[in-house]
């Protein structure tokens, strides 16, 4: 399924080992599908919980210089981009008073800005358990 989705959206295969699929529950905790699990498996499952649950592609890189040489890759550049959004909306990056510098680069043509300003912030790449 992940090399599916990943040749579907046009990801490049070099940058393929730097994204995986995660289950995501309940809006707050991010799962990373292991390569014998089945996703459909994953979603007939969700029918019988109560929790709310969804795929998503996430990036499952730690390092910013790596990060920094994906941006090459529209597709990845985007992926980046919109993670790092929305990581900084859940409050897990601090922004502390440049929030404001953020919210002026978050336009589709700024996306490295953007990206080149977070990368500097607390919070930004980790895990948050």
């Not at 980046?80 to 510098?101: I, P, W």
């Amino acid at each position: 399924v992940y090399k599916i989705v990943v040749q579907k959206i046009g990801l490049l295969p070099e940058n393929w080992e730097f994204f995986a699929l995660f289950e995501i529950v309940e809006h707050n905790f991010e799962r990373k599908v292991q390569p014998t699990e089945f996703p459909h498996s994953l979603y007939i499952a969700n029918y019988s919980t109560a929790a709310a649950t969804c795929l998503a592609l996430r990036k499952w890189l730690f390092h910013p210089k790596v990060e920094a040489e994906l941006q090459s890759d529209q597709v990845a550049l985007s992926l980046l981009f919109h993670q790092a959004v929305e990581d900084v909306n859940r409050g897990f990056v601090s922004t502390k008073d440049r929030l404001h510098q953020l919210k002026s680069l978050q336009d589709s043509s700024k996306m490295s800005e953007y990206l080149a300003c977070v990368r500097d912030m607390d919070g930004y790449g980790g895990v948050v358990f």
